[in-house]
């Protein structure tokens, strides 16, 4: 294999029109955000609104990295505290039965070296969902689904019933036949009901990596977890299916993942700029670097849940210059996410809380 591509200002190339598609997706988020604050009286995020498990966890690196791993974050081994926020996509609190792709935030504290401009604190986040790519080429594509959705939040909770279990007919259709469904499909409540322990997650989008490029993923290790890969969860009569099944896992048995990268080696073929785009694991494949584990305990709990899902915001924004995010999309999402984390902590009166870096 080539040697990775090395990391230059000059590899992204933005779009005219950005600043004005950034003002329509915050307007397309406020809809969102407006409606579902009124309905609950309490501001919950724009995407990815219903959290299914808050998890204390421990993020190692590493040892013994080879110089192109052992960069950023993963420069120095070594274990740090982190949180885990799992999720779903929408930006409104739906019924299990409505299945939709599923999202796992990570924010691992303490991390060293020069930060991103306006991230505050000093931990480094990572963002991932449990599908290679994103759903969109760029972020004036993706805004079109998100008006659809904002449209349609909070309403028809009956019609979004049946036309989940429609779409998952149209992707189980593909399946049947080797296929992949259309990311929209999923999007709008085509997803299996997947066990979200058993799946495997990725940036989807690119990132600097020290001197490289790279995407990240996150794959499950433990073997209680790799038995549940490719199962799904029975959610009939279960509004909360998924948090119950969760918990009852995580009180179970210790979760551990292992945190991948995978870097770019040929920018044609693993685009930056085009986030729709796979990367060939065969030709590009992931590489471990660090291990993310959480121990037994109750995934549901108030007093984390208050400390994670009310006080904290996640970003790709929050965390190192080292992995600045990269691509059109990366570049929306940097004012889009702060203007949905701003709307919240407003209308709670909840400003969120970033921890700091510790320094001895």
Not at 84 to 90: L, P
Not at 273 to 282: N, P, T
Not at 341 to 352: H, K, S
Request: hydrophobic share 40%.
């Amino acid at each position: 294999m080539s040697s990775p591509v090395r990391y230059t200002p000059a590899i992204e190339t933005p779009l005219p029109d950005e600043t004005e598609t950034i003002a329509d997706i915050n307007a397309a988020f406020d809809t969102i955000l407006e409606k579902t604050s009124e309905d609950y009286g309490h501001a919950v995020r724009a995407v990815h609104a219903k959290a299914h498990a808050i998890l204390e966890a421990e993020f190692v690196v590493d040892e013994g990295l080879p110089d192109e791993l052992a960069q950023g974050l993963f420069a120095v081994p070594g274990a740090h505290r982190a949180w885990i926020r799992i999720s779903t996509n929408a930006g409104d609190i739906l019924p299990d039965a409505i299945s939709l792709p599923r999202g796992i935030a990570i924010k691992v504290e303490d991390a060293e070296g020069a930060r991103l401009a306006g991230a505050e604190g000093g931990a480094q986040d990572f963002i991932l969902v449990n599908g290679p790519i994103f759903q969109a080429k760029t972020a004036d594509k993706f805004l079109a689904n998100l008006k659809l959705l904002a449209k349609t939040t909070d309403r028809l909770e009956g019609t979004k019933k049946v036309v989940s279990a429609a779409l998952r007919g149209v992707h189980h259709a593909y399946a049947a036949v080797g296929l992949d469904a259309p990311a929209a499909v999923d999007t709008l409540g085509g997803a299996p009901n997947s066990e979200p322990l058993g799946e495997t997650y990725y940036s989807a989008t690119a990132f600097r990596f020290g001197d490289y490029i790279a995407k990240f993923s996150l794959a499950p290790l433990a073997p209680e977890m790799t038995a549940l890969t490719g199962r799904t969860i029975d959610v009939a009569g279960r509004e909360d299916a998924i948090r119950e099944e969760l918990r009852r896992e995580l009180s179970a048995f210790d979760a551990l993942w292992e945190f991948r990268v995978q870097l770019c080696h040929d920018l044609a073929k693993q685009p930056v700029e085009d986030a729709s785009v796979e990367w060939d694991e065969e030709a590009f494949p992931f590489r471990r670097v660090a291990l993310l584990r959480t121990r037994v305990q109750d995934s549901w709990e108030a007093s984390r849940r208050s400390h994670v899902d009310e006080a904290m915001r996640f970003s790709v924004w929050t965390g190192l210059e080292a992995h600045r995010p990269l691509g059109n999309i990366n570049r929306a999402r940097r004012d889009t996410y702060r203007h949905s984390a701003d709307f919240r902590a407003a209308f709670n009166a909840c400003p969120y809380h970033e921890p700091s870096r510790v320094t001895v």
